[in-house]
């Protein structure tokens, strides 16, 4: 398996825009023309994000944080549009911004420990990542991430864990049967890592996903 991280999700982002007050009039009121704006660079940075403009998006969060400060889901999602960029160190200090304004932000935490994993430092990945899970115990990339770290680490019992508790939430996560496999095998057990690669494969053949498909065959082949 290719052991690439999982992104930092930001599905279900443009749901929170139903959080924020309408822009519509209020009879004998102005509309205020700041929160217009706020919205509206809100919706264009995750659509920016989503797009793949991450300048765009960059641009956009700038002015979120300038019309409000104390706004750490603007901090995350800059962060997350710089480390696109490979621009890692002013991601790290985006993130630990927002987690400075909200210590519970699990994204927060996922995301710089995704950069700390780049960057080959481990440790500070696996603390992140560890608090990830802990702020949200069904984070899926959290458990999944953390068994990534400690699969680098060579700490593959942990690993093993990891990837079966993020399996447990997400039935159908492929790459975490597959590298849950590699673990195995490292350890000895070729038997349980040829189970789980072979799941793995067919979640990626069902999934439409030929590289990942490919590349378990393959491993599938070299362990046999």
């Known amino acids: 398996m290719n052991h690439i991280k999982r992104s930092l999700a930001i599905a279900g982002i443009l749901s929170i825009l139903s959080v924020f007050p309408s822009a519509g009039w209020v009879y004998g ?10 919205r509206n660079y809100y919706r264009q940075g ?24 104390g706004y750490y889901e603007g901090f995350c999602l800059r962060g997350l549009a710089k480390s696109q960029l490979g621009n890692f160190q002013a991601a790290i200090a985006d993130y630990s911004q ?3 304004l909200n210590p519970n932000h699990a994204d927060a ?3 710089r420990g995704n950069i700390y994993a780049q ?4 440790e500070n990945a696996i603390a992140d990542f560890q608090n990830t899970i802990k702020v949200d115990p069904k984070s899926v990339d959290g458990y999944y991430n953390l068994g990534l770290a400690y699969f680098h680490q060579g700490n593959h019992k942990q ?3 990891r990837f079966s508790q ?9 790459n975490a049967y597959g590298n849950r496999g590699l673990a195995e095998y490292a350890l000895g057990d070729k038997d349980s890592a040829v189970d789980d690669l072979q799941i793995a494969a067919n979640l990626f053949q069902q999934q439409g996903d030929n590289a990942g498909y490919q590349k378990t065959i393959a491993y599938l082949e070299q362990i046999q």
Do not use: H, M, T, W
């Not at 993020?166 to 492929?174: C, Q, T, V």
């Open 166 to 174: 993020a399996i447990k939430i997400e039935p159908d996560l492929a």
């Open 109 to 111: 935490y996922n995301g």
């Open 46 to 69: 995750v659509e920016n994000l989503e797009s793949g403009n991450f300048k765009g998006a960059i641009a956009n969060f700038d002015r979120l944080v300038q019309l409000n400060p």
């Open 119 to 122: 960057l080959g430092k481990i």
């Open 98 to 100: 927002a987690l400075k």
């Open 29 to 38: 009121a102005q509309p205020s023309l700041q929160k217009f704006d706020f």
């Open 159 to 161: 690993a093993i864990s």
